[in-house]
């Protein structure tokens, strides 16, 4: 199994960025994923889950109201669109894959890792 991470990127206080996770190896509609995200010096945090057919989505208090988490079933591919961004959201966004059809919150519910992507927010 391989996930992708991509779409990260530099952006000023305020912006926009999409990330997206593109996965092989398995079938991909049978998964829950997440996004997590990793600050130099902090541990790994929650971001957002969504259960397999993406009926179902979570996301922590820190982000609510400003990020979105989705999925294309078609495309084998999880999206989380982040909008408002703020400089404390700036961290190493992480996609992962459960071996579950039902979200979850916690890093170790989650088997497959993606490698990351950097999202740096500016003053």
């Known amino acids: 199994v391989q996930l992708q991470a991509s779409g990260g990127g530099l952006v000023q206080t305020g912006g926009s960025l999409r990330l997206s996770c593109a996965t092989s190896?398995?079938?991909?509609?049978?998964?829950?994923m997440g996004w997590f995200r990793q600050a130099p010096g902090k541990e790994r945090d929650f971001v957002a889950a969504i259960d397999w057919s993406g009926s179902r989505t979570y996301y922590a208090d820190s982000v609510k109201g400003r990020f979105t988490i989705s999925r294309d079933n078609a495309k084998n591919t999880m999206y989380l669109q982040m909008n408002s961004l703020k400089p404390e959201d700036t961290a190493v966004y992480y996609c992962?894959?459960?071996?579950?059809?039902?979200?979850?919150?916690?890093?170790?519910?989650?088997?497959?890792w993606g490698q990351g992507t950097q999202v740096t927010v500016s003053n």
């Open positions: 190896g398995r079938t991909f509609s049978t998964y829950a």
């Open positions: 992962a894959q459960r071996n579950s059809v039902l979200a979850a919150m916690s890093p170790q519910d989650f088997v497959y």
